[in-house]
């Protein structure tokens, strides 16, 4: 029987999926061949020899020590498209808070519960709070995935025109893209000639500026963008500088700030809505994500089979024969011959054989008609680049 430790509280309909004739659920990560966290940081925890893989039940990876793991040959999964609804939802709310002042017109009508004549004073206050219908105005997306997708679908059909930018646009994403979006091909052109910009990307350091998300909303980017324009961050805190955002906000470059990572420099931020990180916490989220991670971690474990991996290559292919080799391994030269080589000395044959790889890691996946003995898999291991080893 196979170990499930999480980390944090799961969803019962998430770690239901998990067989108990398989698996044993505990809250202990020593011994455990699988985990299931959200938003326990497992950067200084002692990881077992024996973990084969983290599923992090939401998008984002950096509570996940990811060098250690692949190190050890550890898959970890992410959940993608679990959460998205939720946080597209959370970001039109963002929008409509931004275009008209209810946070402000709240407050005041809370300040003034109790005063007489109330009814009359709110006829002579709300003009003060008042603001712009979305209709007709530009939104630009940049990162046209789980979430930048249909949210630009939900805003054509709000009536607003939708600028779209994605350098890494996949062909499915594509497939769901609403035909009246309008893509571009520089961030520049998001930033002229849009009222609303939303940011869905991942934070990625890099030379290229198209490649490059951390700190993309900075002064020289903000210079380019319309005066009174909407900023909605609802993807990775860094991926906007606060003091440059701060002095853009004090001109009235941008009126006003939308964020769901409030910290230490945004909360008190005059022209800043701080939203507490609220973007997936709705319970179809929260189980979304728990059954997307249950079932990672149960294709993996009981077949080999990696999706959503944010450190090797995705390999789903289904068995073609009583026994399956998978091997974790560097991405070299020589590997896929030297790793057949082993089990044809011992007469053994290889029904189908995958393998793909991923920056510097690679994953085999070998279908075999008998059961290679221990000494064939320590071959294996011994062979230089291997991580790990697993027959199932």
Same mark, same amino acid.
């Given at each position: 029987?196979?170990?499930?430790?999480?980390?944090?509280?799961?969803?019962?309909?998430?770690?239901?999926?998990?067989?108990?004739?398989?698996?044993?659920?505990? @809250?202990?990560?020593?011994?455990?061949?699988?985990?299931?966290?959200?938003?326990?940081?497992?950067?200084?925890?002692?990881?077992?020899?024996?973990?084969?893989?983290?599923?992090?039940?939401?998008?984002?990876?950096?509570?996940?020590?990811?060098?250690?793991?692949?190190?050890?040959?550890?898959?970890?999964?992410?959940?993608?498209?679990?959460?998205?609804?939720?946080?597209?939802?959370?970001?039109?709310?963002?929008?409509?808070?931004?275009?008209?002042?209810?946070?402000?017109?709240?407050?005041?009508? =809370?300040?003034?519960?109790?005063?007489?004549?109330?009814? =009359? =004073?709110?006829?002579?206050?709300?003009?003060?709070?008042?603001?712009?219908?979305?209709?007709?105005?530009?939104?630009?997306?940049?990162?046209?995935?789980?979430?930048?997708?249909?949210?630009?679908?939900?805003?054509? +059909?709000? @009536?607003?025109?939708?600028?779209? !930018?994605?350098?890494?646009?996949?062909?499915?994403?594509?497939?769901?893209?609403?035909?009246?979006?309008?893509?571009?091909?520089?961030?520049?052109?998001?930033?002229?000639?849009?009222?609303?910009?939303?940011? +869905?990307?991942?934070?990625?350091?890099?030379?290229?500026?198209?490649?490059?998300?951390?700190?993309?909303?900075?002064?020289?980017?903000?210079?380019?963008?319309?005066?009174?324009?909407?900023?909605?961050?609802?993807?990775?805190?860094?991926?906007?500088?606060?003091?440059?955002?701060? !002095?853009?906000? =004090?001109?009235?470059?941008?009126?006003?700030?939308?964020?769901?990572?409030?910290?230490?420099?945004?909360?008190?931020?005059?022209?800043?809505?701080?939203?507490?990180?609220?973007?997936?916490?709705?319970?179809?989220?929260?189980?979304?994500?728990?059954?997307?991670?249950?079932?990672?971690?149960?294709?993996?474990?009981?077949?080999?089979?990696?999706?959503?991996?944010?450190?090797?290559?995705?390999?789903?292919? +289904?068995?073609?024969?009583?026994?399956?080799?998978?091997?974790?391994?560097?991405?070299?030269? +020589?590997?896929?011959?030297?790793?057949?080589?082993?089990?044809?000395?011992?007469?053994?044959?290889?029904?189908?054989?995958?393998?793909?790889?991923?920056?510097?890691?690679?994953?085999?996946?070998?279908?075999?008609?008998?059961?290679?003995?221990?000494?064939?898999?320590?071959?294996?291991?011994?062979?230089?680049?291997?991580?790990?080893?697993? !027959?199932?």
């Amino acid at each position: 029987m196979k170990k499930i430790c999480t980390l944090n509280k799961i969803a019962a309909c998430g770690t239901d999926r998990l067989d108990r004739a398989k698996y044993s659920i505990s @809250g202990d990560i020593a011994g455990a061949d699988g985990v299931i966290v959200r938003s326990a940081v497992m950067h200084d925890m002692a990881l077992p020899d024996e973990l084969l893989a983290i599923a992090r039940a939401g998008a984002g990876v950096n509570n996940i020590p990811i060098d250690t793991c692949s190190e050890a040959g550890i898959v970890v999964f992410n959940t993608p498209g679990a959460n998205a609804n939720g946080v597209k939802e959370l970001v039109l709310a963002g929008m409509l808070l931004a275009a008209r002042d209810v946070v402000g017109g709240i407050a005041w009508a =809370k300040s003034a519960a109790g005063e007489p004549d109330i009814a =009359k =004073k709110v006829e002579k206050e709300k003009a003060r709070f008042g603001g712009c219908e979305l209709k007709g105005k530009t939104l630009g997306i940049i990162g046209l995935g789980a979430i930048g997708g249909p949210l630009a679908g939900m805003a054509t +059909h709000l @009536g607003m025109q939708v600028l779209g !930018q994605d350098s890494f646009l996949t062909v499915d994403a594509a497939w769901n893209l609403n035909r009246n979006i309008k893509k571009v091909v520089t961030h520049k052109e998001i930033f002229e000639n849009s009222d609303y910009i939303s940011l +869905h990307v991942p934070l990625v350091v890099h030379d290229d500026p198209l490649i490059n998300t951390k700190h993309m909303i900075n002064k020289e980017t903000l210079a380019m963008m319309r005066d009174g324009v909407v900023i909605l961050n609802f993807a990775r805190d860094t991926l906007v500088n606060d003091e440059d955002m701060e !002095q853009a906000l =004090k001109s009235g470059k941008v009126a006003k700030y939308v964020t769901d990572f409030p910290n230490d420099r945004t909360a008190g931020m005059d022209g800043v809505i701080a939203i507490p990180h609220l973007g997936a916490s709705t319970e179809e989220s929260e189980d979304n994500c728990a059954v997307m991670a249950a079932d990672e971690l149960d294709a993996y474990l009981t077949d080999g089979i990696i999706r959503n991996s944010v450190n090797y290559p995705d390999v789903d292919a +289904h068995r073609t024969a009583a026994y399956r080799v998978c091997v974790l391994h560097r991405n070299i030269p +020589h590997m896929l011959s030297r790793t057949s080589g082993v089990l044809s000395a011992e007469g053994i044959n290889i029904e189908t054989m995958i393998n793909k790889s991923r920056k510097e890691y690679a994953y085999t996946v070998l279908d075999v008609v008998n059961a290679p003995p221990d000494e064939a898999l320590d071959k294996i291991r011994a062979i230089d680049g291997v991580i790990r080893v697993r !027959q199932i």
